[in-house]
């Protein structure tokens, strides 16, 4: 008896699995450290003042693992969705993917280091919202920067995981925002009193 085309299973490209998985293992990373940070000092009474010096190392450490298994994602399906001609995709996706980490480092210029990678969970509360560089532009710049680099990954690539995994970064880093990071955020800064200048009292 032959097989029809139905027949055929559905082979799950593991590499994207893994990939999509990465991408929320370092966003709760982040998240689930920052609290505990915030709640026990851990980090601080281990690594010492300068604990979020280390931490944002650790993260920056956990977004590049992130973006080993994404690679790998979008090399095992290149060409599987091709938009462009190979040279034009190439320079759009570099165009997006320099476009991005340059508006990384803006935030980071913007923020500082503390600001950039949970600082407020280690103490360093800021007197008022960052308003200036890239927040004049977007709400959320790092996750604006980090999404369009990987989506110009994809269209380097011409990858149709790529461009699923690129969406599905954008739809984590929101979910992040609007359910953990905002609220604590909020309980961070309740109680919160601006330092004032002693001149002006």
């Known amino acids: 008896m032959s097989k ?25 990373n982040y998240n689930l450290t920052a609290q505990v ?8 009474r281990l690594l010492g003042r300068h604990a979020v010096y280390y931490y944002a190392v650790y ?9 080993y298994f994404i690679d790998v994602a979008m090399a095992h399906d290149g060409a599987s969705l091709v938009f462009f001609p190979p040279q034009v995709a ?13 508006l990384n480092a803006w935030t980071l210029k913007a923020l500082g280091i503390k600001g950039m990678y949970n600082g ?5 509360l800021m007197d008022a919202p960052v308003t200036g560089g890239p927040y004049q532009y977007f709400q959320d710049p790092q996750y604006v920067g ?9 269209v380097r690539a011409q990858s149709l995981v790529g461009y699923l995994l690129a969406a599905w970064m954008w739809i984590v880093f929101q979910v992040s925002v ?3 990071e905002g609220p604590h955020l909020a309980r961070l800064y309740a109680n919160h009193k601006p330092k004032t200048d002693k001149k002006s009292q």
């Open 146 to 154: 980090t999404a369009v680099a990987c989506l110009g990954y994809a």
């Open 90 to 102: 190439q320079y759009i996706g570099i165009a997006m993917f320099v476009f991005g980490l340059l």
């Open 178 to 180: 609007k359910f953990i």
């Open 4 to 28: 029809t085309p139905h027949d055929t299973p559905v082979v799950v490209d593991m590499t994207a699995v893994i990939a999509a998985v990465a991408i929320v293992v370092h966003v709760l």
């Open 37 to 44: 940070e915030h709640k026990t000092r851990v980090f601080t």
């Open 120 to 124: 407020d969970s280690f103490g360093f």
């Open 59 to 67: 993260l920056i450490l956990s977004a590049l693992a992130r973006d």
